[in-house]
């Protein structure tokens, strides 16, 4: 951009960055923008130049909502309060920006497809202030309207079969989570990684890679207390060989998608929830019966 010398330090910035260009790409000025979202010309130049006050969850999204800015604002907020690497930094403004997104998950739904109350669940462990975890949890599941909206990006999904044996919350919870998984599976790519399958390159971690608009791919690692953004093309086409490879030793989406009913069954603890399970479950099969094979079979 014209007359930064340099790309942006902190959340901060990065948030106050972001929002300059989403305000100039509408040809608007600070005091347009105010007037728009009930704040003063001085708020918005605060933000901008990333002094003052940080931004409230309710006004980052209201300016996300009146720049049509898809989410991104509101995806960098909860990092705006968080110290995070630099590194960390660099890969949440590429994945507002991203045209496909590929993930492996080890351990937990990914956020894109999380419901609301298994993300509360998840975001709660080690939270010592509970009004942050609401806000996050808006927040993340309000980025998942990204997926319906205009530019949405693509989304393959290869789940080992531990995310869905893990119980997150209590039975009700991750039912509710397994049977929106399910639905998912109508509208992305979802695969599981059946238990059995040899040991692979990526045992043990999840990682991420996201296809940019110009085309190039960065990656993301992470392990249960570690993350890394990886930019070297040669090292993101190894991650991207990875998931390939997972993918093609996965599952048939019809095959996960029996394998994720049956785990959702398993979650009744009822004869009533157990015939509730199979009524969703068979309408999400067009009225057809549940299917009774083995997975994998």
């Not at 992305?188 to 608009?213: C, D, K, Q």
Request: hydrophobic share 40%; glycine share 10%; aromatic share 6%.
């Amino acid at each position: 951009m014209s007359g930064v010398q340099s790309g942006p330090t902190t959340m901060t910035e990065l948030f106050g960055n972001r929002l300059r260009q989403l305000r100039l790409r509408r040809g608007w000025s600070q005091k347009e923008l105010a007037g728009k979202v009930y704040v003063s010309q001085a708020r918005i130049a605060q933000l901008e130049c990333a002094c003052g006050a940080r931004p409230t969850a309710e006004l980052t999204r209201m300016l996300d909502t009146v720049l049509g800015a898809g989410g991104q604002l509101v995806e960098l907020w909860p990092y705006v309060y968080d110290a995070l690497p630099r590194w960390s930094r660099r890969f949440l403004d590429r994945a507002a920006r991203a045209t496909a997104v590929r993930e492996y998950a080890a351990h937990t739904v990914p956020g894109l497809l999380q419901t609301e109350a298994y993300a509360r669940a998840l975001l709660s462990v080690g939270m010592e202030h509970p009004h942050l975890v609401e806000e996050r949890v808006k927040l993340r599941v309000g980025r998942q309207a990204r997926l319906d909206g205009p530019g949405a990006p693509s989304l393959s999904v290869v789940l080992d079969q531990a995310v869905l044996e893990q119980s997150v919350g209590g039975d009700r919870v991750m039912r509710e989570q397994l049977l929106s998984l399910r639905r998912a599976c109508a509208r992305h790519e979802v695969r599981v990684l059946p238990f059995g399958v040899r040991e692979h390159a990526m045992t043990g971690g999840s990682f991420v890679v996201l296809t940019l608009p110009d085309g190039s791919e960065v990656a993301y690692s992470e392990g249960a207390d570690h993350g890394r953004l990886i930019e070297d093309p040669a090292r993101v086409a190894c991650y991207a060989r990875a998931f390939d490879h997972l993918y093609v030793t996965s599952l048939s989406a019809a095959r996960s998608a029996r394998l994720i009913e049956r785990a959702a069954a398993r979650c009744t603890t009822s004869g009533w929830e157990r015939r509730a399970v199979s009524r969703s479950l068979l309408h999400q099969n067009g009225g057809g019966r549940v299917s009774r094979r083995r997975a994998g079979a």
